[in-house]
């Protein structure tokens, strides 16, 4: 869950320089997050096994609606990432370890989906560059249940959707998506569900 008020280092400000820190992630189920520890970047497994660009577009999930962990509200939905300072928050609270390696590998201009998880209807809900910074709301709700579809489809036929880590690795609060996954979902917002 991002935190308002924090930035990860290197972020998209008046310096504009690269990453200068590590990020580390905790996950709890669908919540989403990275902490930032002052240490340089190191190349991870995850990133090995892709290449060095591991992607540059992204989904990223985060729980729309009040829940109590700890202490603390986790709630965090693309409203709150719009009204932050310079609509600019950090992203915290990642816990699975290939989650948080799919932070480091991030780069400051990457795109990402966010996604409103653990709650009455999961899905995407707007567009963010990383660091993260708000784009802008998608011009409708793309649903899980219309993404799960496309991808049963897409199983069968080979479509872009046919290894979304969506349905492949569901756990993962942060996660990689092709150039042709991104494309295609970005398409959806301008047809009508069926």
Known sequence: MPRPGKRLAGAAGPDKKGLSGKRTKTENSDETSAQVENSSPQ????????GKNLSNYWLMKSEPESRIEKGVDVKFSIEDLKAQP????????VRNYQARNFLRAMKLEDEA?????NCKEPGIVGLMKVDVQFVRIMKRFISLAELKT?????????????NMALFTRQR??????TQEEFDFILSLEEKEPD
Do not use: M, N
């Open 43 to 50: 190349t991870t497994s995850d990133s090995k096994k892709y």
């Open 86 to 93: 310079e609509q600019i928050a950090c992203w915290d609270g």
């Open 113 to 117: 989906f966010f996604y409103h998880s």
């Open 150 to 162: 496309y991808h049963q489809a897409h199983k069968a036929t080979g479509g872009p959707l046919k």
């Open 172 to 177: 993962l609060s942060v996660q990689s998506l």
